[in-house]
């Protein structure tokens, strides 16, 4: 599967953006899906993830009721809905599609879990 990461930008401290990932391929049911984010100088940090099954997502504590994580099946597409961004959010965020088997309903947060990676799409909070 082929993804493909957008919706990036600059807001100021405080504000929103929904990232948007585009599948080559029908995701939902087939494949675990999950946001990461890498800013300069710093590992992969996991920021939201969406079971194969669909049920199921998982956040750490440092995005936790400010990020969503959201699939439109018909559209192939994952979104990341990201309210009152903080300067810290700043990083490259990348969308990862993991194969899982058909009765995995966890959420997965580790990268070596995930085996497609969209491009990356940059954002950038100010303060």
């Known amino acids: 599967v082929q993804l493909q990461a957008s919706g990036g930008g600059s807001v100021q401290a405080g504000g929103s953006l929904r990232l948007s990932c585009a599948a080559s391929?029908?995701?939902?049911?087939?494949?675990?899906m999950g946001w990461f984010r890498q800013a300069p100088g710093k590992e992969r940090e996991f920021v939201a993830g969406?079971?194969?099954?669909?049920?199921?997502?998982a956040y750490p504590d440092s995005v936790k009721g400010r990020f969503t994580v959201s699939t439109d099946n018909g559209k192939n597409t994952m979104y990341l809905r990201m309210i009152g961004l903080k300067p810290e959010d700043t990083a490259v965020y990348y969308c990862?599609?993991?194969?899982?088997?058909?009765?995995?309903?966890?959420?997965?947060?580790?990268?070596?879990?995930?085996?497609?990676w969209g491009q990356g799409t940059e954002v950038t909070v100010s303060s």
């Open positions: 990862a599609a993991g194969v899982r088997p058909a009765s995995d309903y966890t959420p997965r947060s580790r990268p070596r879990e995930y085996d497609y």
């Open positions: 969406i079971s194969r099954s669909g049920l199921n997502t």
């Open positions: 391929e029908r995701t939902f049911g087939n494949y675990a």
